[in-house]
């Protein structure tokens, strides 16, 4: 017996987004496209240390990033 696939398209599930957005800062954007690049380059230990300088900077109070807009 073979399975039966649904037709048109494939149904995704709906993903709740809380209304408070936040806008990075400039620290905040350059590390995650530092990250995003090294993940590309498979450089998994310069996006370690982006995302650990990213939490490191997160916790820091110069961030601008952590405050709804």
Known sequence: ???QRPEGPPVRPEIPVSGTQ???C???HHLTLAEAEAN???DWSK???CRVLLKRHQAAAECSACKPV
């Open 26 to 28: 400039d620290p905040c």
């Open 22 to 24: 936040f806008t990075p």
């Open 40 to 42: 590309a380059e498979f």
């Open 1 to 3: 017996m073979s399975a």
């Open 47 to 49: 996006a370690t240390d």
